[in-house]
């Protein structure tokens, strides 16, 4: 079985420009999360999705920030215009039901880091 | 809002040595807890968790972790860590229910000398 990926795994940018991450979840996988890191702080929630729904956005920094997932499947992250201090790694996460003791696990991606110059 | 905080940001321990790390939450109403690790160059994953039941739960590779909802405290314990055992580990909160958000603490890096 396919675990989650994400694309690019590295993105170097110049402020100012634009940036489109990508997740692809485990197939079946009504819920999706996308969090960031920043270097030694925390990993940070930035939103949830439900299918094809935003559960919770309340951690997205700012309207240059926005996440889809047409259809319920792959979900994009468009950073626009990119500023400094959104450099970090975004991880992307997808879950079959957090709330289930038996399935409530958050499956990861390998990050993709964003480096805006 | 809910938040985790994790005391130890980066701990060295020899092989054989026990270790336990700290993580308090700060949410009072029914929570389910997590402990996931990242090892050098994988993805996170999950090491343990905690929904209901006996508060002492084990995870994968000799990792356990015991509740202790007086202490809003879930603090991850090995008897006798191993070089494999250094990564990076993150203890981690939701609000009992379906459709709930997960909150990270800060993470604490783990160094294991041989």
């Known amino acids: 079985e396919a675990g989650v990926t994400q694309f690019p795994s590295h993105s170097v940018i110049e402020k100012g420009q634009t940036v489109t991450l990508r997740c692809d979840p485990i197939?079946?996988?009504?819920?999706l999360y996308w969090y960031r890191r920043v270097m030694g702080k925390e990993i940070k929630f930035l939103l949830h999705f439900v299918k094809e729904s935003k559960q919770d956005e309340s951690g997205m920094p700012n309207n240059r920030f926005l996440a889809e997932r047409t259809g319920g499947t792959y979900s994009t992250l468009k950073v626009q215009p990119a500023e400094l201090e959104d450099s970090g790694v975004y991880f992307c996460?997808?879950?079959?039901?957090?709330?289930?003791?038996?399935?409530?696990?958050?499956?990861f991606g390998e990050g993709s880091r964003l480096t805006v110059l | 809002a809910q938040s985790v905080s994790q005391h130890n940001h980066h701990v060295i321990l020899s092989e054989a040595a026990s270790l336990e790390l700290g993580c308090n939450y700060s949410y009072g109403g029914t929570v389910n807890l997590f402990w996931y690790v990242q090892y050098p160059g994988q993805h996170l994953q999950l090491l343990l968790k905690?929904?209901?039941?006996?508060?002492l739960v084990k995870g994968i590779k000799g990792f356990e972790a015991e509740f202790i909802k007086s202490k809003f405290s879930f603090n991850l314990r090995k008897p006798s860590v191993q070089w494999s055992d250094t990564a990076e580990y993150f203890c981690a909160v939701t609000l009992s229910g379906g459709y709930q958000k997960v909150t990270f603490g800060i993470g604490t890096k783990l160094q294991v000398i041989p």
């Open positions: 996460a997808s879950s079959q039901d957090i709330g289930d003791p038996d399935t409530g696990e958050l499956f």
């Open positions: 197939s079946g996988h009504d819920n």
């Open positions: 905690y929904f209901s039941g006996d508060p």
